[in-house]
């Protein structure tokens, strides 16, 4: 079974600095994604990143970016220019990329609460 | 388009009372998936529905957990018997198997479950 592990529980960061939270995951398969959703108070799960794990070049959206070592099997997030309207708490997930029960399903780390200061 | 929905917002119910927790999917979408996120088990997936299949129940908790999905659409979440320990956000997720961008998932705005 995969896992997902996200060591960093709290984290802040000044507005317009950069931050970077930390995700690593652990699989016997080779062909998956992986992804960073943002979660606001308001409960609503947005998808902030993806990366296909049989890609090389990192992802990005804008201010949002990865550092995806699949061999160290590490996909972190890295936010630039900080804004308040970052704070939320932060999942990254897995999913596997192979057919049969449970296509699809994501599997999600703990979780990180983002904290932004004005 | 319309996003995920869900219904309702919260529900406040009394231990052993039966719930039922609505999620309205993307049009278009005939993956769904439910998921509970609580304080102490993080989030977890329940159940999976793919178009006509059967669905996949593993990560069901309990027998008193049973999800249908009608007409390839609508999913109603049953929680019997309530307890507890069910108390948490149960979220709905949709996602299209072809076109766009089929491995993502889009979630609805969940449903947080106080059972007193």
């Known amino acids: 079974a995969q896992t997902v592990t996200q060591s960093q529980p709290e984290m802040s960061v000044q507005e317009a600095e950069t931050v970077t939270l930390s995700c690593t995951y652990d699989?016997?398969?080779?062909?998956?994604?992986l992804f960073w959703y943002k979660q606001p108070p308001s409960r609503q799960m947005i998808l902030v990143i993806r990366q296909e794990a049989y890609k090389q070049q990192n992802a990005t959206e804008n201010r949002f970016s990865v550092n995806f070592q699949k061999a160290a099997k590490s996909f972190s997030l890295k936010i630039s220019d900080s804004q308040l309207g970052d704070a939320a708490m932060y999942f990254c997930a897995y999913r596997s990329a192979s057919g049969g029960t449970s296509y699809g399903k994501l599997t999600f780390g703990q979780g990180t609460i983002l904290t932004v200061h004005p | 388009g319309a996003g995920v929905s869900q219904s309702p917002s919260n529900k406040v119910t009394e231990k052993g009372k039966d719930v039922e927790l609505r999620c309205d999917p993307i049009?278009?979408?005939?993956?769904l998936y439910w998921y509970r996120q609580s304080l102490g088990q993080g989030l977890e997936f329940l159940i999976y529905f793919q178009g006509n299949s059967a669905p996949d129940k593993s990560g069901l908790p309990s027998d008193r957990f049973s999800a249908e999905r009608t007409g390839g659409s609508v999913s109603t979440l049953t929680i019997q018997r309530t307890q507890q320990e069910d108390s948490a956000v149960y979220l709905c997720a949709s996602r299209r198997l072809a076109g766009g961008t089929p491995d993502t998932q889009y979630f609805g705005p969940g449903t947080r479950l106080t059972v007193l």
């Open positions: 049009s278009g979408h005939t993956a």
């Open positions: 699989t016997s398969e080779s062909d998956y994604y």
